[in-house]
């Protein structure tokens, strides 16, 4: 038999899990709106590029080889728009696959910047080859030395 002060506690609980659905269904949402800009963004390369950026993005949702940090999907949508307008040079003139690229395509495009948006592009692009190393999708690292301002 359920007591009267177990009905608060049922009833509290039940409110819980109705939030924590409601907040679940929320991300989910939020999540494909992501997806779906994430697909857009991937389209416009050359399929193994693509897939090599699908992969660091799996990286970064903490769904690759190796367990690492769990990024947001906002912070994952700020990445895919710094890297965007060096990637989409890179494959229109001959990049097929992000194991050809140099250490001087990195640095030349980094150089092309200045302050905030340098530092960002930095940090993009040595998590890009970072994690796609890590993976065993690429052999070397371009942007190792790749010095933020």
Known sequence: MVQIGELGDLAGLQVDFLRQTADANRKNAHAHTVLGAEAAVLERYVPPVASEVRAWVDVLRSQGRREGEFRSWDGIRRYLA??????TPWT??????????????VEDAANGLSGHARRQLAITLRSLFRSLKRQRVVFRDPARDLPSP
């Open 92 to 105: 229109a003139t001959g990049v097929a696959t992000l194991r050809e690229t140099t250490q001087q395509q």
């Open 82 to 87: 710094y890297v965007q307008p060096v990637l």
